[in-house]
């Protein structure tokens, strides 16, 4: 049975978002400007809580109470296709997952496609990472939704794999797209576009990261092994294409042995945690995550 989408999202997703007409060729750096310029007042329900400050890896928010015990940071990649979206489009949920996770969150930037294709994202990612890791002292988890997901995932594979001194607690994965696939179940029932993110788009969006002849490791992660890597948040929207991505990276999770927990949202579209300040399943899910830090910290 498939889901709808609830049209009091749908109503807060239009009000704080820019679509380009298709026919006008509307440069990518002015439609880019655009979007950020709809996202601007688009603030946490927490916004008096917060501190925020540009740094040179991206965005500081510090909550005004932060967690005893032990220095962890929270790393955000924002997501946005590895072609849109920043720092500033991503506040808001930066914002007060800061606030209800009593912990700093860095939000990073990185280099975006088609002008820097695979792997510029993920070496600038684990680059900063690395440099934040040694310069704060501190656990790490690492956090992203959509692209932002996938480019989380694909550094905690990264950096496992090279055996980096970065001592990553958790991931919070927010409904990544880990995967060049669109034959699952959720993009036939909902990926024709009147959800948000179309196929078609997620399609494209593929293409202008990882052309044809890059190598598709940590960025195309089908192939990729999840054995060895810290416990996992996984939520899923539940009417969006990407939905099976979430499934299908939960069951390779339990074939690993790696302990997640996965949360499922209903009637809610891509992109939905955004709304955090006016509807209360965004909140929600920021709020899981924050909780599952915590559950974190007393099983330490």
């Known amino acids: 049975m498939v889901g709808k989408p609830d049209k ?5 997703v239009a009000r704080f978002s820019y679509y380009p007409d298709p026919d006008a ?7 880019r400007e655009k979007y950020t310029d709809a996202r601007r007042s688009l603030v946490g329900r927490h916004d008096d809580k917060i501190t925020i400050v540009d740094m040179d890896f991206g965005r500081r928010f510090t909550p005004e109470i932060i967690k005893a015990g032990p220095r962890k940071l929270i790393l955000y ?7 849109n979206c920043n720092v500033i489009t991503h506040a808001s949920a930066m914002a007060d997952l800061a606030v209800l996770s009593e912990r700093e969150v860095f939000g990073l ?13 993920i070496d600038a990612v684990c680059a900063k990472i690395e440099k934040i890791a040694a310069e704060e002292n501190c656990e790490i988890a690492l956090a992203g939704d959509s692209a ?3 480019l989380a995932l694909a550094a905690a594979l990264r950096l496992r794999d090279a055996k980096k001194p970065v001592r990553i607690f958790a991931l919070l994965l927010y409904y990544g797209c880990y995967r060049r696939l669109y034959d699952t179940r959720s993009h036939k029932a909902y990926g024709d576009g009147s959800n948000g993110l179309a ?13 044809d002849d890059a190598d598709p490791t940590y960025a195309d992660l089908t192939d990729a092994e999840m054995h060895d890597l810290p416990p996992v948040y996984l939520c899923e929207a539940e009417c969006d294409c990407l939905a099976d991505d979430s499934r299908w990276l939960a069951g390779k999770l339990m074939e690993a042995g790696v302990k997640h927990y996965y949360d499922v949202y209903k009637s ?5 945690i955004h709304y955090s300040k006016y509807y209360d399943p965004s909140y929600k899910a920021l709020k899981s995550a924050g909780r599952f830090l915590a559950m974190l910290d007393d099983q330490a």
């Open 8 to 12: 009091a999202l749908l109503d807060y």
């Open 77 to 83: 990649i924002h997501g946005g296709g590895w072609r």
């Open 148 to 150: 932002g997901a996938n």
């Open 199 to 211: 196929t078609a788009w997620m399609r494209a969006l593929w293409n202008f990261y990882l052309p």
């Open 109 to 121: 930037s990185y280099p975006l496609a088609p002008e820097h294709t695979h792997p510029a994202a």
């Open 25 to 31: 060729n509307e440069p990518l750096d002015v439609s």
């Open 268 to 272: 809610v579209v891509h992109g939905f």
